[in-house]
């Protein structure tokens, strides 16, 4: 496609649901990012994928939070048992290169999860 | 670990004012800076980026310096446009690791 498309646009969950937030990265993108941007706040990293490899996952906040690329293209984060503190916006970013080319990361729009 | 620090906003202008957004990073090595631009409802946009000391990047009307000595890259606009408004966000990447980092963002409001 022409950029990352990120879906749902908006997701209210439940306190204790589970929410699969989808991404599609733009086609040939090796890297793939998820970030969290809370309101007011810049995005804070989540995890990494190059290709299908889930290459760092150090900034996922709990063992509830799990993401997968199974094919090295869209890539799904879920969010097992949601609380109030994971109501943010989750952004998805794809750049060319992989591992240690720095090439320009492109965003999607993002889901804005809302947890009541 | 490696950081941006942002002005706090919002930062109100009338149209055709200068712009300044200062920018200050704390990194290992020498990183990759780079200014990002949020318009309403839509995703981050890549403004204009500079990776080594002493260069300039510049976009739309927008620039910043690198300055290594005081770790720096403030984000300038010499008469700014009511299409401007948007938040702004300073981020590097450093040390061979190709994520970016992000400062809590700026956010501009341009008035007629």
């Known amino acids: 496609g022409a950029g990352v498309s990120q879906s749902p646009r908006y997701k209210v969950a439940k306190r204790g649901q589970d929410v699969a937030l989808r991404c599609d990265p733009i086609s040939g993108h090796v890297s793939l990012f998820w970030y969290q941007q809370a309101l007011g706040q810049g995005p804070e990293f989540l995890t990494y994928f190059q290709n299908e490899a889930q290459l760092d996952k150090s900034g996922l906040p709990s063992d509830r939070f799990f993401a997968e690329r199974p094919e090295g293209s869209v890539s799904t984060l879920k969010i097992q048992r949601t609380q109030q503190e994971d109501s943010a916006v989750y952004l998805c970013?794809?750049?060319?290169?992989?591992?240690?080319?720095?090439?320009?990361?492109?965003f999607g729009q993002g889901t804005r999860l809302t947890v009541v | 670990g490696d950081s941006v620090t942002q002005m706090e906003g919002p930062v109100t202008l009338s149209e055709e004012a200068f712009l300044t957004i200062n920018c200050t990073y704390t990194a290992t090595g020498y990183p990759s800076l780079f200014w990002y631009v949020q318009y309403p409802g839509e995703g981050l946009q890549l403004l204009l980026k500079?990776?080594?000391?002493?260069d300039k990047g510049s976009n739309k009307g927008f620039e910043a310096t690198y300055r290594k000595e005081t770790t720096s890259f403030h984000l300038e606009k010499g008469s700014v446009q009511v299409s401007d408004s948007a938040v702004y966000f300073c981020?590097?990447?450093?040390?061979?690791?190709?994520?970016?980092?992000f400062g809590r963002g700026t956010s501009l409001i341009v008035h007629p």
């Open positions: 500079a990776t080594k000391a002493d």
């Open positions: 970013a794809s750049s060319l290169g992989g591992r240690g080319v720095n090439t320009e990361a492109f």
């Open positions: 981020a590097l990447t450093a040390g061979g690791s190709y994520i970016p980092t």
